[in-house]
Every structure is written in structure tokens, then in C-alpha cells.
């Protein structure tokens, strides 16, 4: 039995990195795979450069987003997550929620990327948009992918930092400028895996020093959160938790409850209005309740 991590996944295809270097191409028993990119794996080896996921070891963290009855993993083991929005073209501020819930239920630390900020005016505004954030307590980075990637390695040295944006916000940009033979390298594990043109990528880990890793995963559009409890949700947002357990009903869903804690917070301005209308949202979208 060997032992490895997984530094690529392609749909039900894994390529697993051993401590010397080696480079297996791997698929998981049986039909479900449980796999994430950055699990650490014991494997099997079947042929040369081939083998079988035996057993994933336990995790440190996991990221993942979840529908009704489908979570899709997206990294194991990270510490950190980077959100990558831009000044152009707008951003989901609901998926911007959302990718933080998750982190925070993981206990991850969490950064906003904005990037193209060589964009005068529309960084001005997007920064503005981005003020609930900054006054919740998380850093919004701004930054030019384009002239200004290297900036961000103090930020991830010594993390193993997952990358998610939609699309279009540049974070391939990023990709390239901190690891210039990206695109080379995901070519050869493509022909690696003899899989390429059959399945998508979801996940690509980078070793930037021997301590620190970043994971890029494909532009998302969605970012379910089934998989979470309301009080999940509610915990996810850090500015809540001084006034979750006051409100004047021990139910309170704080949508339109009369001595609502929450939504007295807000109006006194200790919560930003649209992080409060943001969490509403969102859990009607999860539990079904108006």
C-alpha cells in the first residue's frame, strides 16, 4: 500500500502525488467517490502509474457545497479560503455569503480577492459593495492579477488556501501569474489521466513552498448549502453570534419575528442591512420558509 495526496481531480479521476514525487493516476472503489482534492489517500498500485484509492485518511477540514441530494466536494484539508471577485463584470454578493458560511463552518480563515483594480472606477464602486464584509470583520485584498499576483504569497504562505470565484473574475489570471507553467501542467495531467476530453476538472492543487498550497477550482455560478444547519447558517455569519440567543422568541427565524435581535442589530447599525437580508435569503432558499 502506498500513501499519497490528491493534487488533481477529473470527474472520477485522481492524480495522487507520493512523498518522492511520483505521480499515480487514480480511481476510487466503487461507484461513489469521497474524494477531494487535497485528501491524503492510501492507494493501491495496479499497473505501472495506476492504482485504487483504498481509504482516505481523516480530515482537518472540508470544503464542499451541497444541493438536495448531491454534495459535490471541492478541498480537504485547507485552511484558508480566497474569494476572487472584480471590479468588472459584477459579482454574486449571495455567492460571496454563501462560500463564507461554508468556510466558517470548517473554521477557516477567509480572504476577498478584489481583482482588477487597475479598473479605477469600477474598483471604487466595487469596494463599495464590498463594505458589509469589511465591517463584519473579513480583509478584502485589491489587487491586479495582471501586474500585482505576487502580492498576494505573504498571504499564503504557510496556508493551504482554496480559490473560488465565478467566472470571469479573473481567477485564472491569478493562477498564471503565481504559477506561470499552470497551463502546461494541467495539460500533462490531462494526457497523464488519459482522460482530458472525457471529464471536467474540479480541482487543481499548487505547492507554492514546501508549507503552503493553493487549490484552484473550476468558476462557480452556485454554491448550495444543504448540507448546513440553519443554526449553521446563522453562526456562519461571525457579526451574528453576539445576538444569536437574545431575541424575544427562542425560535426566531429572524425574518419578520417581532424582537428580533438581529434585526435590531441592524437598525442600530452593529449589522450591515444587507448581510442581515443576504442571511434571510439564503436560508429561505435552504429551509423553504418565507
Known amino acids: ?21 511520483s505521480h499515480y493516476a487514480c480511481f476510487p472503489r466503487g461507484k461513489q467517490s469521497t474524494v477531494a482534492c487535497g485528501d491524503r489517500v492510501a ?31 471541492i478541498a480537504a484539508n485547507v485552511s484558508q479560503l480566497a ?22 463552518q470548517q473554521n477557516m480563515r477567509s480572504l476577498i480577492l478584489l481583482n482588477k483594480c487597475d479598473l479605477k472606477q469600477a474598483a471604487a464602486a466595487a469596494l463599495e459593495r464590498l463594505a458589509p464584509y469589511i465591517q463584519a470583520g473579513y480583509r478584502v485584498i485589491r489587487l491586479s492579477a495582471l501586474a500585482g499576483a505576487e502580492a498576494l504569497r505573504p ?8 480559490l473560488v470565484g465565478q467566472s470571469g473574475m479573473g481567477k485564472s489570471t491569478i493562477i498564471n501569474a503565481l504559477f506561470p507553467h499552470a497551463h502546461v501542467a494541467t495539460r500533462e495531467i490531462s494526457a497523464f489521466l488519459a482522460s482530458g476530453r472525457h471529464t471536467t ?6 505547492r507554492l513552498d514546501a508549507d503552503s498550497t493553493l487549490i484552484d477550482c473550476p468558476g462557480l455560478q452556485e454554491f448550495g448549502l444543504h448540507h448546513l444547519s440553519l443554526q449553521d447558517i446563522e453562526s456562519g455569519f461571525i457579526e451574528f453570534r453576539n445576538f444569536l440567543g437574545q431575541c424575544r422568541f427562542q425560535n426566531c427565524r429572524h425574518q419578520s419575528e417581532p424582537g428580533c435581535a438581529l434585526t435590531q442589530a441592524a437598525a442600530q447599525g452593529a449589522i450591515h442591512p444587507r448581510r442581515l437580508d443576504m442571511f434571510r435569503r439564503i436560508s429561505r432558499a435552504e429551509f423553504g420558509r418565507k
Do not use: W
Not at 481531480?9 to 514525487?21: I, K, M, N, S
Open 43 to 73: 492507494f493501491a498500485r495496479t499497473a505501472d502509474e495506476q492504482g485504487v484509492i483504498e481509504a482516505v485518511d481523516a480530515r482537518s477540514t472540508l470544503f464542499a457545497r451541497a444541493a438536495a441530494h448531491r454534495q459535490k466536494l
Open 1 to 21: 500500500m502506498l500513501a499519497g495526496q490528491v493534487i488533481a481531480a477529473y470527474g472520477r479521476h485522481y492524480l495522487v502525488e507520493t512523498g518522492d514525487g
Open 83 to 104: 474569494v476572487v471577485v472584480a471590479a468588472e463584470p459584477s459579482f454574486s454578493e449571495e455567492l460571496i455569503n454563501r462560500c463564507l458560511v461554508a468556510a466558517e
Open 155 to 162: 498571504l499564503l504562505a504557510g496556508e493551504a488556501t482554496v
Open 201 to 206: 476538472t474540479q480541482a487543481r492543487l499548487y
